[in-house]
């Protein structure tokens, strides 16, 4: 069974984030899905399967932690959408532009190829809820919180704004305090320090209750840092930068109840998985 990793929202080997891809013909038990996703032990692994032609989505796609199942993944379906486009999966040929539609738990998803090989994903936007700064957080962060909102169900992460982009960059949180604060983890945030640079905020994203400590770029939370800082800064289309060792871009643009990200993706190994 072939297995891929792709490096997601990057131009670049070894910088994104890495998600493992299996295109298969119909979901294994549970029990697999869990085993494999362990096995390749990234922040996740994506498992989509062909859909029957003429309905509202072309695959089934599902994403696993190394511990979990989870709703909402942006990096790991622009990894598959990337493996759909460059592979001759959907043509037979070779590479095809065009949009991929995802049947997901969160909803239905799409993933449109462009000419300069950038691939646009169509998430649900997250919606934000002010929040009293919960007791605690700003000490297991280990910086005073400026602002808190709650994201909502599909992420179920909290939204952290903090001073500026150095406190973004320079935060080594208590991870283990961290995880009662909330679902999934914390995004934390900071407007860009020089908007000159290319990018218009920063982020960092914290997930241990998941099994992930920090997350390398997390396409997911976007769709919470977007409209947040659409809101805040008047421009519907904006660039953000997560700030993890590996660092990785997400163009953004809030179109209302839908939020589009736009990254780059490479393939980094290709492989053949026995169990």
Same mark, same amino acid.
């Given at each position: 069974?072939?297995?891929?990793? !792709?490096?997601?929202?990057?131009?670049?080997?070894?910088?994104?984030?890495?998600?493992?891809?299996?295109? =298969?013909?119909?979901?294994?038990?549970?029990?697999?899905?869990?085993?494999?996703?362990?096995?390749?032990?990234?922040?996740?692994?994506?498992?989509?399967?062909?859909?029957?032609?003429?309905?509202?989505?072309?695959? $089934?796609?599902?994403?696993?932690?190394?511990?979990?199942? !989870?709703?909402?993944?942006?990096?790991?379906?622009?990894?598959?959408?990337?493996v759909?486009?460059?592979?001759?999966? =959907?043509?037979?040929?070779?590479?095809?532009?065009?949009?991929?539609?995802?049947?997901?738990?969160?909803?239905?998803?799409?993933?449109? $190829?462009?000419?300069?090989?950038?691939?646009?994903?169509?998430?649900?936007?997250?919606?934000?809820t002010?929040? !009293?700064?919960?007791?605690?957080?700003?000490?297991?962060?280990?910086?005073p919180?400026?602002?808190?909102?709650d994201?909502? #169900?599909?992420?179920g992460?909290?939204?952290?704004?903090?001073?500026?982009?150095?406190?973004v960059?320079?935060?080594? #949180?208590?991870?283990? $305090? =961290?995880?009662?604060?909330?679902?999934?983890?914390?995004?934390?945030?900071?407007?860009?320090?020089? #908007?000159?640079?290319?990018?218009?905020y920063?982020?960092?994203?914290?997930?241990?209750?998941?099994?992930?400590?920090?997350?390398?770029?997390?396409g997911?939370?976007?769709?919470a =840092?977007?409209?947040?800082?659409?809101?805040?800064?008047?421009?519907?289309?904006?660039?953000g930068?997560?700030?993890? $060792?590996?660092?990785?871009?997400?163009?953004?643009?809030?179109?209302?109840?839908?939020?589009?990200?736009?990254?780059?993706?490479?393939?980094?190994?290709?492989?053949?998985?026995?169990?």
């Amino acid at each position: 069974m072939r297995i891929r990793i !792709v490096d997601a929202f990057t131009d670049h080997p070894f910088t994104g984030n890495p998600a493992g891809v299996l295109l =298969l013909g119909s979901f294994p038990d549970d029990s697999w899905l869990r085993h494999v996703a362990a096995e390749v032990n990234l922040s996740e692994t994506a498992f989509a399967h062909p859909l029957p032609a003429g309905g509202e989505a072309d695959w $089934a796609l599902r994403w696993f932690t190394p511990v979990t199942e !989870v709703d909402m993944c942006g990096h790991a379906t622009l990894a598959t959408a990337h493996v759909l486009h460059t592979t001759g999966v =959907l043509s037979g040929t070779g590479a095809v532009p065009g949009t991929v539609r995802f049947a997901a738990r969160c909803g239905l998803l799409s993933a449109t $190829a462009r000419e300069d090989g950038a691939i646009t994903l169509d998430f649900p936007t997250s919606p934000l809820t002010p929040e !009293v700064v919960p007791d605690g957080l700003a000490e297991a962060l280990g910086a005073p919180v400026v602002s808190v909102r709650d994201t909502g #169900p599909h992420l179920g992460d909290l939204l952290v704004e903090v001073a500026d982009e150095q406190t973004v960059r320079s935060l080594s #949180p208590d991870l283990a $305090a =961290l995880v009662s604060h909330s679902e999934r983890g914390i995004i934390t945030t900071a407007a860009a320090e020089d #908007p000159t640079r290319g990018y218009d905020y920063v982020s960092r994203c914290f997930f241990p209750g998941v099994g992930i400590d920090e997350d390398p770029v997390t396409g997911s939370a976007h769709t919470a =840092l977007a409209p947040f800082w659409s809101a805040r800064l008047g421009r519907n289309d904006l660039t953000g930068l997560q700030a993890s $060792a590996r660092s990785g871009l997400v163009r953004t643009s809030v179109r209302g109840d839908r939020t589009l990200l736009t990254g780059g993706a490479v393939t980094v190994i290709d492989g053949e998985l026995l169990a």
